[in-house]
């Protein structure tokens, strides 16, 4: 009923659930996937068993989608929030996975968050200089970007503080789908503090160090 009344076309696999989703994913007629992170807001985990087995497995991006999603009924994306490490390699990683699935009219803001090894030590007109940098780092790591935003601190606060300040319909983020102990800190921070839908762009793990 619920597919019906928004128009969208209905399947119904068998057999075990992970593996039917992924053969699923994997057909080539699909561009991505679109999951519930988990059962509730107040869950433990920033996703359930089975979308984090897609999430690991699947070689299309993968839209998590929070249980209290702020705004609610059928809305396009307007506003995507891009952060990127800053390296060239990565951000060609997000770039390629995100652009074939961009509609028009969609405005990019990509986030870059400063490290203490990484801050520029020496502003000396910091309006002109932070413009300029901006700039600078729209054109080698997005062009497609609107803007940019130069924040230090922790990633997924700068991402939260965003969220809300710019009203972002999507969060995009690369990974290399390994989720063991030690690796995709930022992926999790970021999902469990989520009010709005998550884009995982699946990379390799050379590439993919936004997640760390």
């Given at each position: 009923?619920?597919?019906?009344?928004?128009?969208?076309?209905?399947?119904?696999?068998?057999?075990?659930?992970?593996?039917?989703?992924?053969?699923?994913?994997?057909?080539?007629?699909?561009?991505?996937?679109?999951?519930?992170?988990?059962?509730?807001?107040?869950?433990?985990?920033?996703?359930?068993?089975?979308?984090?087995?897609?999430?690991?497995g699947?070689?299309?991006?993968?839209?998590?989608?929070?249980?209290?999603?702020?705004?609610?009924?059928?809305?396009?994306?307007?506003r995507?929030?891009?952060?990127?490490?800053?390296?060239?390699?990565?951000?060609?990683?997000?770039?390629?996975?995100?652009?074939?699935?961009?509609?028009?009219?969609?405005?990019?803001?990509?986030?870059?968050?400063?490290?203490?090894?990484?801050?520029?030590?020496?502003?000396?007109?910091?309006?002109?200089?932070?413009?300029?940098?901006?700039?600078?780092?729209?054109?080698?790591?997005?062009?497609?970007?609107?803007?940019?935003?130069?924040?230090?601190?922790?990633?997924?606060?700068?991402v939260?503080?965003?969220?809300?300040?710019?009203?972002?319909?999507?969060?995009?983020l690369?990974?290399?789908?390994?989720?063991?102990?030690?690796?995709?800190?930022?992926?999790?921070?970021?999902?469990?503090?989520?009010?709005?839908?998550?884009?995982?762009?699946?990379?390799?793990?050379?590439?993919?160090?936004?997640?760390?």
């Amino acid at each position: 009923a619920l597919a019906a009344r928004r128009g969208i076309p209905l399947r119904l696999l068998s057999g075990p659930v992970v593996p039917a989703l992924l053969g699923a994913v994997g057909s080539s007629e699909v561009i991505a996937a679109v999951l519930g992170a988990r059962a509730t807001p107040s869950g433990r985990r920033p996703v359930g068993g089975t979308a984090l087995a897609v999430m690991s497995g699947a070689n299309k991006p993968v839209v998590v989608v929070p249980p209290d999603v702020a705004g609610g009924g059928a809305q396009r994306f307007h506003r995507l929030l891009v952060p990127l490490e800053g390296t060239r390699a990565s951000s060609s990683a997000v770039l390629d996975g995100l652009v074939p699935l961009l509609a028009d009219n969609v405005e990019l803001v990509v986030l870059h968050v400063f490290t203490p090894a990484t801050i520029p030590r020496f502003l000396d007109r910091p309006g002109r200089d932070v413009s300029l940098l901006s700039r600078e780092f729209i054109a080698q790591h997005c062009p497609p970007a609107t803007r940019v935003e130069l924040r230090t601190g922790s990633v997924s606060d700068q991402v939260r503080a965003l969220c809300r300040d710019e009203t972002a319909d999507l969060v995009v983020l690369s990974w290399s789908q390994r989720s063991e102990p030690g690796r995709a800190a930022v992926i999790r921070a970021v999902l469990s503090q989520a009010t709005i839908p998550v884009l995982l762009l699946p990379v390799p793990p050379a590439t993919a160090t936004t997640n760390r």
